[in-house]
C-alpha cells in the first residue's frame, strides 16, 4: 500500500493530475486505486471518492452560517485538524494498492497549517508515504515564478517529512517552452538582484538562488499533462525512485 | 507618499494589522492615511477602504455564478489581472501620505500568481513601495514551521521586487515564546533531516537550512499585536530603514 499525496498552489490542476495519474494506474498496471479528497472547497471531483473529507466539514455550509470564504476556508482546516485522527484512520482502513490523495484547492491551508503535516505524521506511521508537489507552469514562466516554484517542493519536504518528486504540469500548453528556457538562465535573477540593493541581505540572497540554480541542474522534474496523459510512467517511476530512498536519482 | 503592502498566509492577521498601523501613523505621526482593500473575498474590513477591489469583482458573485469557493478565488484574481492598470492607477490618485494595500486572505493568489508582482511593478513606479511580510505565530512555533515563515519573506522578496519587511504578529499570544526558543535552535531541524535521507538533495537541503538560520540571525524581525498595539513603531523604523536601501540593519 502506497500513499501519494498530490500538492501545490492553487489552479496548478491536483485534482485532475490525481485523476489522469489514477486511471493511468488502474489501467497500465491493473492496479486498486483509491482517491480520498481532503478539499472541503470542491464542488464537483472527476473521480468517485473513497473518502471525502466533505463528509466532517464543507466550506459552503460554514459561509451559510454567515462567514466569508476565506473565513470559511480557514475555520474548515481548523475543524479537519481537530479530526485528524479519524480522518487518516478511514484512509488508513481503506483497502488498495495505492491512495491517491488530493489536497485543498489552496495549498496555504495544508501546507502553512497545522493540517498537512499532522495528516501526513499520521498516514505514514502505518504506510509509505511521497508527496508529489505540482509545478504550475503558469507561475514558473517568469524567473521570479521559476525560483519559486523549486523552492516550494523543497519547503514540502521541510514542512511534511516525506520524501516529494515535482512535476511541472500542464505540459500541453506553451508556457512549458517558457520554463525551460528560463531554468538555463536562473543566474540571470542572481544579477538582477545583486544590482538593486547591496548588503548582507542581498549576500544572502544571491547565495539563496545559487543553490535554487543548484538544485534545478540536480532534482529530475517531469513533464505531465492530464489532458494528453503525458508523463504518467515517468511520475511512476520517479515515486518509485524516491520510495527507494537511495537519494541519487537513475 | 508611500505604499505599504501587508502581506502573510491565511489568518496570520493581514487586515487587523493594516488597520492597526494606519492608526498609529494617524493618531502618532498626524499623517494622512488611506486603507486600501484588494481583497475580492472578505466581507467587512474595520477600515474604510478609499479604493475596495471589490468594485470590480467578489468572490460571492462568482460563487452566485456557480463557482465552488477555490474556483471562484482564482477567477477573481485572474479578473483582477486583467484590471491592474486601472487598479493601480485608482490608488495612485489618492492623495495621502501613506497607502496601506491589505492583499487577499489567501496568499498565493496574490504572491504565486501574476496579480501580486504585476500590481506592485505598477504602483512602484509612481511612489516608493515596501512590504510588511506578516509571520503568524501559529505556523512559527514548530522547527519546520520557523524555517518556513523564513522562506516565505525570502520569497516575496523575490516575487515582488520590493524591500521587505518582516513582523511576527499576534505577540500578545503565548506561542510567541515558542517561536523565540526555535530561533535559537533551527540546527535541529537540520540534524533531523540529515538523519533520515542521503544523498545530493539532503545535502542541498541542509545548506538551506544553514542559510535560513543564517538569514535569521541577520534580519531583525519585530513583533506586533493588533489586540494590544505592541510593536507598531518598531515597525515604522523598520520600513525606514528599509527605504534608506542601506541593506544594512542599526
Known amino acids: 500500500m502506497l500513499n501519494i499525496v498530490f500538492i501545490g498552489t492553487a489552479g496548478c490542476g491536483k485534482t485532475s493530475l490525481t485523476y489522469a495519474f489514477g486511471k493511468w494506474l488502474e489501467n497500465e498496471l491493473d492496479a486498486n486505486t483509491s482517491y480520498v479528497n481532503l478539499d472541503p472547497g470542491v464542488y464537483i471531483t472527476p473521480y468517485n471518492p473513497s473518502y471525502d473529507v466533505r463528509e466532517i466539514i464543507t466550506v459552503d455550509e460554514l459561509m451559510k452560517r454567515g462567514l466569508g470564504p476565506n473565513g470559511a476556508m480557514v475555520r474548515a482546516a481548523e475543524i479537519i485538524e481537530e479530526k485528524i485522527f479519524e480522518v487518516s484512520r478511514k ?37 509509505p508515504t511521497v508527496s508529489v508537489y505540482i509545478i504550475d507552469p503558469a507561475l514558473a514562466s517568469t524567473l521570479s ?39 538555463k538562465n536562473l543566474h540571470d535573477l542572481e544579477k538582477e538582484m545583486i544590482s538593486e540593493e ?33 508523463g504518467m510512467s515517468d511520475l511512476y517511476t520517479l515515486i518509485h525512485e524516491a520510495l527507494c530512498e537511495c537519494g541519487d536519482l537513475m
Chains 1, 2 share one sequence.
Request: net charge neutral; glycine share 6%; charged share 30%.
Open 198 to 230: 547591496r548588503g548582507l541581505i542581498v549576500d544572502l540572497a544571491s547565495r539563496f538562488l545559487e543553490l535554487i540554480e543548484e538544485f534545478s541542474k540536480t532534482i529530475r522534474i517531469v513533464k505531465t499533462s492530464a489532458k494528453t496523459g503525458e
Open 91 to 127: 484512509i488508513h482502513d481503506l483497502r488498495s494498492d495505492f491512495k491517491l490523495i488530493d489536497t485543498p484547492g489552496q495549498m496555504e491551508l495544508f501546507l502553512f497549517r497545522p493540517m498537512g503535516p499532522r495528516f501526513i505524521e499520521e498516514i505514514a506511521k502505518h504506510s
Open 145 to 183: 515564478g521559476l525560483a519559486t516554484s523549486l523552492l516550494l517542493p523543497m519547503i514540502t519536504r521541510l514542512r511534511l517529512g516525506v520524501p516529494v518528486v515535482s512535476v511541472i504540469n500542464k505540459a500541453d500548453l506553451p508556457e512549458i517552452y517558457k520554463v525551460e528556457e528560463f531554468s
